[in-house]
């Protein structure tokens, strides 16, 4: 069987034959670049393509998905897909997903083959009403962080100490869960103002401010962690370090691999769950906090999507919706301030 080019959908130069080969072999090169790992993304990236592929499958008779060629995925294909996710009962969220995954692989695919059309990119998504993304109100903020500072003290322990650390930073920077599990003490700036170099879920990177109220807690935390490295690190150099996780976890670590010090996805989502008050926290609500707090604060879109890492600024107009209950309360607003000018009349 012929092997896809190395890295089809990184810098090499594309192979003039790969328009011909295994449809699957080629998803599963996109997948390998664009959504290795068990992220949250990673693994609906991968159910989308699983899927895709099955229903085209059965649409060209064919009893393998192995059988499937790139030629075989068209407009048409892709048109009959997202009309039967929407007729078995998906979620048009979802379908859009599926849709966009689509899209984003028939891209990377067009820029790499010669001739070859995007059969994804004029296939329209299921018109949905856009939602705000959800967030918390500034007082029950106040009430997780208070929660959050109880832990660390009742039971004083450097795993509480470095999740009250991680809760702050979330709700002061917007970071994605996989983006404050990955940074190392090299991206810190010594005066601890900014967090550099983060990569983003496009493969960019970007730098994070670090507020001022922030850093004496950041500080406190550092100086808890080299303590608690030094039972692995007798004499800790600064470039031994530099590589390791900015948040450790010590749990099963060894000083011979320094990524076994990196947290787990699940251990980042459940040092923010155990702070919960009101509402079920978990990261992704935390970073919808902070772009609410701080569109509202400084009324500027494009500089709320630069601080979130979004590319296109049109994924962060979403948190200038409004929900129907404000439509409603501003309608009435309005309503009342003409009957009391119409009476002054």
């Known amino acids: 069987m012929k092997k896809l080019p190395p890295a089809l959908f990184g810098d090499a130069e594309p192979s003039k034959q790969v328009a011909s080969m295994r449809l699957g072999e080629v998803f599963r090169e996109y997948l390998r670049f664009y959504a290795e790992g068990v992220s949250h993304t990673a693994r609906a990236k991968q159910l989308d393509a699983d899927k895709f592929l099955g229903f085209l499958a059965r649409l060209r008779g064919f009893d393998e998905i192995d059988l499937l060629l790139v030629k075989h995925w068209d407009f048409s294909a892709t048109q009959r897909f997202v009309d039967d996710c929407l007729r078995i ?95 190392k003490m090299s991206q810190l700036d010594p005066k601890l103002s900014r967090i550099e170099k983060v990569r983003t879920k496009g493969r960019r990177f970007r730098n994070i401010h670090v507020a001022s109220e922030l850093r004496p807690a950041l500080r406190d935390y550092l100086e808890r962690r080299a303590a608690e490295l030094k039972r692995f690190f007798p004499q800790l150099g600064a470039s031994v370090d530099a590589k390791l996780p900015v948040f450790i976890s010590t749990y099963g670590a060894s000083a011979s691999d320094l990524s076994s010090f990196e947290m787990g996805s699940k251990s980042v989502w459940r040092a ?36 979130l890492g979004h590319s296109d600024v049109r994924v962060t107009m979403r948190y200038t919706e409004r929900t129907d209950e404000e439509v409603a309360a501003a309608l009435e607003k309005m309503g009342s301030e003409r009957r009391s000018g119409g009476s002054r009349r």
């Open 89 to 183: 009962g998906e979620a048009p969220a979802t379908v859009c997903r599926r849709l966009a995954t689509l899209k984003h692989m028939g891209r990377m695919l067009a820029e790499k083959i010669p001739g070859f059309v995007n059969p994804a990119r004029d296939v329209k998504s299921p018109r949905m009403q856009t939602a705000k993304p959800k967030s918390v109100g500034p007082a029950e903020v106040e009430e997780i962080k208070e929660r959050a500072r109880k832990l660390k003290t009742d039971k004083g322990t450097f795993k509480q100490a470095r999740n009250e650390t991680l809760l702050h930073l979330l709700l002061h920077t917007g970071l994605r869960a996989d983006e404050v599990r990955s940074l």
């Open 272 to 307: 923010i769950r155990e702070c919960s008050v009101d509402t079920r926290l978990h990261p992704h609500l935390l970073r919808h906090t902070f772009a609410t707090e701080l569109l509202e604060s400084s009324r500027d879109i494009r500089l709320v999507a630069q601080a």
